[in-house]
């Protein structure tokens, strides 16, 4: 199942610094839900195994990702927002018609989302131009899990 609505959910906490400082740092992380509620419940599920000490959800806003790249590589440990624009024609008019869109592709670094990117876009129909590759703060993605007893509601209709 496909939701694709993304939400940023910034997690503010006391983090102890190399140097044994401890910081209140907020980092954002992006969550797969149906809603702000359900993001929120996720991301508390999510993160709540790695932190230790209190922790506070700071902000959640939807992120308009319409697309996500992910890459198993260990080094590919940063997210980049790339603005990809599709170049379709209008038939009446002749005039070219430009439609931006952002991709979230997980990365080495900025030669390696480019590639990464112009991989995911093979087999793309549409003529499409690289508008801009920025790395992101965003220090983990969590894409929507069915539970194993969740069933398509076609195979429970058969039942």
């Known amino acids: 199942m496909l939701i694709n609505t993304w939400f940023e959910c910034k997690i503010r906490y006391e983090k102890t610094m190399e140097n044994g400082m401890v910081k ?8 797969e839900a ?17 932190m230790t000490g209190e922790y506070t959800v700071a902000d959640i806003k939807r992120a308009n990702y319409s697309e996500l790249f992910p890459s198993e590589e260990e080094a590919a440990d940063r997210w980049f927002k790339c603005k990809v624009v599709f170049i379709t024609l209008d038939e009446k008019s002749g005039a070219e018609k430009k439609t931006s869109t952002l991709i979230l592709v997980q990365a080495a670094d900025l030669r390696d989302a480019v590639k990464k990117l112009d991989k995911g876009m093979e087999g793309t129909m549409a003529d499409y131009q690289i ?23 076609m195979e429970q209709a058969s039942k």
Do not use: G, H, N
């Open 24 to 31: 209140k740092v907020t980092e954002p992380y992006l969550v």
């Open 131 to 153: 508008a801009s590759v920025a790395e992101t703060t965003i220090m983990d993605v969590y894409r929507y899990q069915a539970a194993s007893d969740d069933k398509p509601e």
């Open 34 to 50: 149906l809603s702000f509620t359900e993001a929120e419940a996720r991301i508390i599920e999510e993160i709540s195994p790695f």
